[in-house]
């Protein structure tokens, strides 16, 4: 309002209509903007400066999505990139992501994952928590359950989990420390209540362990160079609190390399083995959003999994990129098992440079079975 006036007054005072508008108040035009050219302006936006400047910077973007799971929906993600006091400029920023999603089909979910670099990076806090209530659909245990149609029941799951990671460096890359993680799951009414082979609706497991790390990638969000190794030990005897007493052992090794000009290729891969008695809730699944793309999370579970897949991230012009990318997974409980059912996977995606080196993807994954799905997210896969 007052920049308003003040433009009046210089008008006022003017000798003649005809003067030439001064800079202040051409500036006072451009700031007024209406909401539309202020989201080109936010869109447009693509080197985000502000974190050089306050140390702080967010992004947020809305849309409509598809997938297998949970049908058609909408999803809003936000993520803000920050440093802590001591951080140096050279350091990576800290992330922290959050999104929320509801469908057509009655899912949704809300959540937040992140690292956080201390000061000189001498440590890390990773952490993931989430919350949904997902109408899904439910095959059982193991992979030939999975693999007839028939057996799929309606399964009305409430989940939560809160997974916690602080480690320490011991020397550059190599972390190692604590980790601690709370998982609530509760199944609904369903048509076939045998298909969880005798367990419990309502299971509850609270877990203790240990991380080990490897990381000289040049950014965790969209790496373009380095290699990752994460190693993950969890802890969740009786004395616990936990009527389904097991370990988990989660390991995951990712390499990045620049083949070409704007080219880079990514490969991973995901192993976790449950040994004990794990309940229903807390077995190795296949599919999602970053590994097994296009099948459906959950139709294949088993006690353990192992999958692999190498990706091509190729730049195309100004802000759009395309991916292509192949892999392969199973679920396994012995070794025989794990000799066969292996599933294949592959599929393509488009990015769009909404921050530097912050991707939208927009991938079509396809798989066994009839399986695909379009997955819409924020920053890569892996």
């Known amino acids: 309002m007052l920049l308003a006036v003040a433009s009046t007054v210089n008008a006022q005072d003017a000798p003649s209509p005809q003067v030439e508008p001064t800079v202040e108040n051409t500036d006072t035009v451009a700031k007024h903007r209406n909401i539309i050219q202020k989201i080109v302006d936010y869109v447009n936006d693509k080197d985000n400066s502000s974190l050089e400047k306050k140390g702080l910077s967010w992004s947020f973007i809305g849309g409509p999505y598809y997938s297998s799971d949970v049908k058609f929906g ?32 009655g899912f949704w979910t809300v959540g937040m994952e992140g690292t956080t670099f201390f000061a000189q990076d001498k440590s890390r806090l990773n952490y993931e928590m989430s919350f949904a209530y997902a109408p899904r659909n439910f095959w059982g245990m193991g992979y030939e359950a999975g693999s007839i149609d028939s057996m799929s029941v309606n399964l009305k799951q409430n989940e939560a989990r809160v997974h916690l990671e602080y480690v320490m460096k011991l020397m550059p890359n190599f972390f190692i420390g604590p980790s601690a993680e709370w998982i609530y799951d509760k199944a609904g009414t369903m048509e076939r209540p045998e298909l969880l082979a005798g367990q419990d609706r309502v299971v509850r497991n609270y877990g203790l362990g240990f991380t ?79 590994m097994m ?64 080196r912050m991707n939208i993807r927009l991938d079509l994954g396809f798989g066994k079975h009839g399986q695909s799905g379009v997955i819409f997210s924020m920053n890569e896969a892996f």
């Open 293 to 356: 793309r296009g099948y459906y999370k959950g139709r294949f579970r088993d006690k353990h999994m192992a999958s692999a897949q190498v990706e091509l991230r190729q730049h195309i012009w100004r802000r759009n990129g395309v991916v292509v990318w192949g892999g392969i997974g199973n679920v396994f409980h012995d070794g025989e098992s794990f000799k066969k059912h292996w599933l294949p996977n592959y599929g393509i995606g488009y990015r769009w440079e909404f921050r530097k």
């Open 212 to 290: 080990v790390q490897y990381d000289s990638r040049d950014l965790i969000t969209n790496a373009s160079r380095g290699v990752y190794v994460h190693l993950n030990t969890m802890f969740k005897p009786k004395f616990m609190w936990n009527k389904y007493a097991f370990t988990t052992v989660d390991f995951t090794t990712s390499y990045y390399h620049t083949a070409w000009r704007d080219a880079i290729i990514a490969g991973q891969v995901c192993t976790k083995f449950n040994f004990g008695n794990p309940s229903w809730a807390s077995m190795a699944l296949l599919g999602g959003n970053e």
């Open 74 to 105: 909408v999803a809003i993600t936000g993520t803000a990139n920050y440093r802590l006091k001591g951080c140096d400029p050279s350091m990576q920023p800290s992330f922290a992501s959050a999104y929320a999603t509801i469908s057509t089909k």
